[in-house]
């Protein structure tokens, strides 16, 4: 085992619980893990609490999730009290949300901002981890949460020249606290994903030109945003908690929608056009819900990539540009659907030019702009709407070893393993929120959050009313669910797309379909028979040398 500083076995606090990331997932845990009496330290490396909706300040930000179905729900007067302004609530008001829930829970006190975790080990002998945390302290913990989040590990692409561009660079994922002014400039932006989707209109309307810059065109879907009306805020918090309920435990992806149980071939061609026809007038990712099928059949899924694809035909006036904006390369839905405000109508503007960087990819950046096919484009800034390295990116940057110095790095090299995207084997008393295996970014994530701070908590309450120490997910039930999560996405569409889902955004990362698909109700089910049936496919020991000898098994 690499020397390091953890090793030395000197630490400066004690916890019962460290908890990695003050997002939704931490500080929802630390209020549970407090709850059940633990002493909790939390570590957040940015400057304030709030995760993604800290981060992604980027214009035109805003959650594709309904404001009255993204929020928290564990507390009855927080959801009773808290006002949305918006259908989607735009990400300043998210994040004036999470920073009231640790107002109103008093979590600060127990969370160190500006503190990246650097590495952790797990001490066999005393069955407790060791944290490093980059201001030079290590303290012991017997849990270690990585509440780390799906989208938080921010990638810029490897472009030759990009460190002599003598203009301004911005990563959506990592948007200046003050306001960026792109008056009288020539922007560029890479990407044509949900971020830059969401951003390029606002971009547009500000700059002297944008260059959007696109790989692979994009379904997107108009949000139809408006402000909430206070009657429908009056409905949904008289329903709340049967609606909550239904979100969790009836919906596939913990938001309540209505799916007709019919197939899109079910229809007419006439009727399917009045289907969705009529998603689109609602506007939403609930158009995927226009029928029961669009994610398992090909042909099915065809007519709804038809549909949308018609709609750009009609917005975009120049045929051309209408044309290159179609995606024809993954079927609709198997990447994350975009939710747009007047996405496609931006590229009417006179000032807006869709470049197409698919036949020829991105030479290099030049100091004052960047070059494709042969012809250089002057740029005054350049946007990079590219993704992040997903699921696993975040968690790969801590030196995590658990039983004899194997790291999850090794570990994982082949693809994240995981029991229920909960424990990993070999990690024993380490737990990830919303893991790789579990529904979490194919879900409304807060619903996907809850459920499993919920499982962490009762299963560190069983254990301490048994005096048990140590929980880990045994290989044999980890190997398991990790072949079922690899069937159940193998009957679905997703793994045809080039998607980050995959992990196929980033170079060299092992192609392997990481959320869990079968749907937030039915995982949830799954999670609660494990635990009645006496956390079954996890071994609980008091501790010591003794326990759980994985190699064994
Ligand atoms: O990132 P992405 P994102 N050269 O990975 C392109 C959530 N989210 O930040 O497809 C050229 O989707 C890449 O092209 P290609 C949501 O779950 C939610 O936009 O790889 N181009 C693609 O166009 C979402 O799915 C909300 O060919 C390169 C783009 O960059 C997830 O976050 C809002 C390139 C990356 O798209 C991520 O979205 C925003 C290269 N070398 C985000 N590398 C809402 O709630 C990458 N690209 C509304």
């Known amino acids: 085992m690499i020397a390091s500083q953890q090793d030395s076995g000197v630490h400066s606090e004690t916890y019962d619980a460290v908890i990695v990331g003050a997002g939704f997932a931490g500080l929802y845990m630390l209020h549970r893990l407090r709850g059940l009496g633990l002493s909790v330290r939390v570590y957040e490396q940015g400057g304030d609490v709030g995760g993604t909706w800290y981060w992604n300040r980027y ?11 993204y929020s928290y729900s564990f507390s009855e007067e927080l959801q009773r009290e808290w006002e949305w302004s918006e259908r989607y609530a735009p990400q300043p008001e998210i994040l004036r949300y999470a920073n009231h829930v640790a107002d109103r829970f008093d979590l600060r006190r127990d969370i160190q901002l500006g503190t990246r975790v650097e590495a952790a080990t797990f001490h066999e002998d005393e069955s407790r981890w060791s944290v490093a945390t980059q201001d030079g302290k290590t303290v012991s913990a017997a849990y270690f949460i990585l509440a780390t989040g799906c989208l938080s590990n921010a990638r810029i692409p490897d472009f030759k020249g990009l460190d002599r561009f003598r203009g301004a660079t911005y990563h959506t994922g990592h948007w200046p606290h003050e306001k960026v002014d792109f008056t009288g400039q020539r922007v560029g932006i890479i990407g044509t994903g949900s971020s830059a989707i969401q951003s390029i209109p606002i971009i547009a309307g500000e700059a002297l030109h944008l260059f959007v810059f696109q790989r692979t065109p994009n379904f997107s879907v108009p949000a139809h945003n408006a402000s909430l009306p206070p009657e429908i805020e009056r ?4 329903d709340y908690t049967n609606r909550r309920r239904r979100a969790r435990e009836e919906s596939r992806n913990g938001i309540l929608t209505v799916i007709p149980e019919r197939g899109a071939l079910d229809d007419t061609e006439e009727a399917r056009r009045l289907e969705y026809e009529a998603g689109w007038r609602r506007g939403g990712i609930s158009f995927m819900a226009s029928y ?14 038809e549909f949308v694809r018609s709609k ?15 995606p024809h390369d993954h079927p609709i839905g198997s990447k994350r659907l975009c939710v747009d405000t007047g996405y496609y109508e931006t590229f009417n503007r006179p000032n807006v030019t869709l470049v197409d960087i698919r036949s020829h990819s991105i030479e290099e950046i030049l100091p004052d702009g960047l070059r494709t096919g042969g012809k250089d484009y002057q740029l005054d800034s350049i946007v990079f709407g590219t993704g992040f390295d997903a ?15 194997t790291t999850l790095n090794q570990k994982w090299a082949e693809g994240p393993r995981t029991y229920l995207g909960l424990m990993s084997a070999g990690f024993p008393n380490m737990f990830i929120i919303t893991g790789p295996g579990s529904p979490s970014v194919l879900s409304n994530m807060i619903v996907s959050i809850e459920q499993h701070v919920d499982w962490i908590s009762d299963c560190v309450s069983y254990m301490r009313e048994r005096n048990l120490v140590v929980v880990e997910a045994t290989k044999s039930a980890e190997d398991h669910w990790v072949t079922q999560v690899n069937e159940v996405a193998s009957s679905t569409l997703y793994p045809q797309a080039n998607s980050w889902y995959m992990g196929a955004n980033i170079p060299g990362k092992p192609r392997i379909f990481m959320p869990y698909i079968g749907g937030v109700g039915a995982y949830r089910q799954i999670c609660n028979g494990v635990a009645a049936r006496g956390y079954e496919g996890f071994r609980m020991t008091s501790g010591g040398h003794g326990a759980i000898p994985v190699a064994a098994e």
């Open 312 to 326: 750009i035909a009609e917005i975009v006036r120049d045929p051309a540009v209408a044309k290159l904006l179609e």
């Open 391 to 405: 699921m696993t990116g975040s968690v790969a940057k801590i030196d995590i070893r658990g039983r004899a110095g």
């Open 235 to 238: 409905e949904w918090k008289a």
């Open 292 to 305: 029961n099928n669009l994610l398992l059949d090909q042909a099915s899924n065809e007519t709804a990539c």
């Open 59 to 69: 214009p035109g930000a805003r959650c594709d999730v309904e404001s009255m179905q």
